[in-house]
């Protein structure tokens, strides 16, 4: 069983960064493709980013290209979301998630394990 937590989060201006993090426990993390989503009130949740096992891909929502970059530490067994020049629309609760085929997939019905979340607001 894993179990992810996040940590990062919290109240930013437009224009703005913050970097997120993951740290996973109870398994084998260097295993798992971890990915990024996030749920806006009143809306779905949609993927944000996606890293594979080794690191060496990743795989972005179009949304967010250019300002966030996936990152993942395999000896830290923790994934890292930094997310700069920042919206009032990525606003949201940001959950991390293991995928365990490692495949690094931005379809939110391939992940095994799944996070609390932590809130991200971007004021205007």
């Known amino acids: 069983q894993v179990q992810l937590v996040e940590s990062g989060g919290g109240l930013v201006q437009a224009g703005g960064s913050l970097r997120l993090s993951c740290a996973a426990s109870g398994g084998t993390f260097s295993r798992y493709a971890m990915g990024w989503f996030r749920q806006a009130p009143g809306k779905e949740r949609e993927s944000v980013a996606a890293?594979?096992?080794?690191?060496?891909?990743?795989y972005y929502a179009d949304s967010v290209k250019g300002r966030f970059t996936i990152s993942r530490d395999n000896a830290k067994n923790t994934v890292y979301l930094q997310m700069n020049s920042l919206k009032p629309e990525d606003t949201a609760v940001y959950y991390c998630?293991?995928?365990?085929w490692g495949l690094g997939s931005l379809t939110i019905s391939d992940y095994n394990y799944w996070g609390q979340g932590t809130q991200v607001t971007v004021s205007s």
């Open positions: 890293i594979k096992r080794s690191g060496g891909y990743t």
């Open positions: 998630a293991a995928e365990t």
